[in-house]
Nanobody
Framework: EVQLVESGGGLVQAGGSLRLSCAAS????????VGWIRQAPGKEREVVSC????????NYADSVKGRFTISRGNAKNTVYLQMNSLKPEDTAVYYC??????????????WGQGTQVTVSS
């Protein structure tokens, strides 16, 4: 069974940091793209960041550039999202998703259950 499991969300004050993890089981990230997508109440989904797991190429939404960093974990089939200088507008449910390429990860075939990130002002 394919599973993507996110962890690391929580409540943090503005300016703080969190690190989200996405771990895959029954599935490999090799030759796939892994993205972090967030959805806040009343807002559209936003692809925050994406990484080509094999090549290591990354991209970021303008809203998080310079604050968030996506990376491959040392453990196999793990991807992290380091979030620094968090702002209240970063509050959302963050999902990990995987597909063939970053430009289709918005509608990926595989999704995790999501982890809540809440940033207080």
């Amino acid at each position: 069974e394919v599973q993507l499991v996110e962890s690391g969300g929580g409540l943090v004050q503005a300016g703080g940091s969190l690190r989200l993890s996405c771990a895959a089981s029954g599935f490999t990230f090799v030759h796939r793209a892994v993205g972090w997508i967030r959805q806040a109440p009343g807002k559209e989904r936003e692809v925050v960041s994406c990484i080509d797991y094999t090549e290591g190429n990354t991209n970021y939404a303008d809203s998080v550039k310079g604050r968030f960093t996506i990376s491959r974990g040392n453990a196999k089939n793990t991807v992290y999202l380091q979030m620094n200088s968090l702002k209240p507008e970063d509050t959302a449910v963050y999902y990990c998703a995987a597909d063939s390429f970053c430009n289709v990860v918005y509608a990926a075939d595989y999704w995790g259950q999501g982890t809540q990130v809440t940033v207080s002002s």
